[in-house]
């Protein structure tokens, strides 16, 4: 089949144009917005239905297969954490340490911590109360720590696993989720601390709006010990780094290395995880651990059909040797780390998923790899951390998470735009200034 690039990238275009119509303008979900654009795209470049449907298939599937898992534990250890008052035990005990007068700061660290496991929505939810207290008790204004919370959950969100979008996207460039997690965490601090920055600048100059009067927090007597909220979140993500740190050498066999590279597999270490969690609990019945299962995995399946969808898109693109296409037509090679940080942001920006974003941002970047000078281990790292920092920018009113920030928090729409929406073009930019930097160190 011969396809000339004009009319590749001409189908290309209308493909991302549709997803993003059907997402943002006629909310359709993501999952379909995909579907219909895999074959928009593949049947426009002339390919038959036959080998349109079969990619679909493939890439549906193969996405699947790596990161299937690895999604619903997520989720499932997300849920326990928040069911067990775990991520308040968190947030305290960081609110201690940096101190009452700094709780725009803790609020900030805490949101980075607990979005670790958490997608940055529901982390918001858990925490608002706890947000608008700290508020209220210590004078500092109500957006300043909104932003500050809402910035440190979106930094991890969108760069490091077991979140959907740094998930998938290591996924379909193929990074270890060890390395990415470690490094990724190092990206993450900056973009946190960017957010921070600007939440504390703009927010003194809007002043402190009145935070309304609501009832607090249920007492938990029986929440769990700040050691036990805590581990669940960090033996994972030891485990997995460690074994990335294991298998960049050639190994010997022996027991302690099988042991470590057995248990920092994502899957084996997330279940750990899943399992320190339930112990955060004094009891559990029957109902309830029934209820917190129930919902990770029914949450983790909306998740799975958007990130099987864009493994699938992924696959018909691949189908269409737009890489080489592009390859011989562009410089890509001058543009590097650049083309895929802004594609994505380009994406994000338009249709208002970091999930759907990165996702569609993988699938075009990927048969780009090499003429871009990034088809190596550490090209495709670097890749989905570009990706990642495109993800974040620019989150304004077609963003959910928006939304959420400015209904828990009650933030008015010219409060949100200038103060969360430009934090998060800092957040963009900062993280990718980190990956830049990082492209000449590792």
């Not at 470049?45 to 790596?66: C, H, R």
């Not at 004078?139 to 910035?151: D, E, F, H, N, Q």
């Not at 974003?357 to 048969?367: E, G, K, R």
Request: proline fraction near 4%; include cysteine; charged fraction near 10%.
């Amino acid at each position: 089949m011969d396809i000339s690039l004009l009319r590749v990238l001409f189908c290309l275009f209308a493909g991302i144009l549709v997803i993003v119509l059907l997402t943002a303008k006629y909310r359709v979900h993501a999952f379909f917005a995909l579907i219909i654009a895999c074959f928009l795209v593949g049947l426009g470049v002339g390919m038959p239905l036959d080998t349109v449907l079969t990619s679909v298939k493939d890439g549906f599937g193969n996405i699947l297969k790596s990161l299937g898992l690895i999604i619903v534990l997520g989720t499932t250890l997300g849920g326990i954490l928040e069911y067990t008052g775990s991520t308040q035990v968190m947030a305290n005990a960081i609110l201690r340490i940096v101190g009452k007068k700094h709780s725009d700061l803790a609020m900030s660290l805490t949101g980075l911590v607990v979005g670790l496991p958490i997608f940055c929505d529901s982390g918001y939810i858990v925490l608002s109360g706890l947000n608008k207290s700290l508020a209220r008790s210590t004078g500092i204004s109500i957006v300043i720590m909104s932003v500050s919370l809402a910035t440190g959950l979106y930094a991890v969100h969108c760069l490091i696993p077991p979140h959907p979008g740094a998930s998938a996207a290591a996924g379909i460039i193929g990074v270890d989720f060890g390395k990415l997690i470690l490094v990724g965490t190092l990206v993450a601090i900056p973009a946190m601390l960017a957010g921070y920055l600007w939440a504390n600048y703009a927010g003194r100059k809007i002043g402190n709006p009145i935070v309304p009067e609501e009832q607090a927090f249920e007492s938990n007597s029986l929440r769990p010990s700040t050691i036990k909220a805590f581990l669940p979140v960090l033996v994972p993500i030891l485990l997995i780094a460690l074994k990335s740190f294991l298998t960049i050498e050639p190994a010997t066999a022996n027991n302690w290395l099988t042991f470590f590279t057995l248990f920092g597999d994502p899957s084996i270490a997330l279940t750990i995880g899943i399992l320190l969690a339930f112990n955060t609990a004094r009891s559990w019945t029957k109902a309830s651990m029934s209820k917190v299962l129930q919902e990770g995995v029914e949450k983790a399946g909306g998740i799975l059909v958007i990130i099987g969808a864009g493994g699938a898109f992924g696959a018909v693109l691949a189908a269409t040797k737009i890489g080489g296409l592009l390859s011989e037509a562009l410089p890509l090679a001058s543009m590097g780390l650049f083309f895929p940080f802004l594609i994505t942001s380009i994406i994000k920006t338009a249709q208002g998923s970091s999930t759907v974003a990165i996702i569609t941002a993988a699938s075009i970047v990927l048969p780009l790899l090499a003429a871009l000078g990034l088809d190596t281990p550490t090209g495709h790292l670097l890749c989905v951390l570009a990706m990642g920092a495109g993800s974040m920018m620019i989150s304004h009113a077609n963003d959910a998470y928006f939304w959420v920030i400015a209904k828990f928090s009650g933030l008015e729409m010219k409060t949100m735009l200038s103060v969360y929406s430009v934090a998060t073009v800092f957040m963009g930019l900062t993280s990718f200034a980190i990956v830049y930097i990082l492209s000449f160190i590792l």
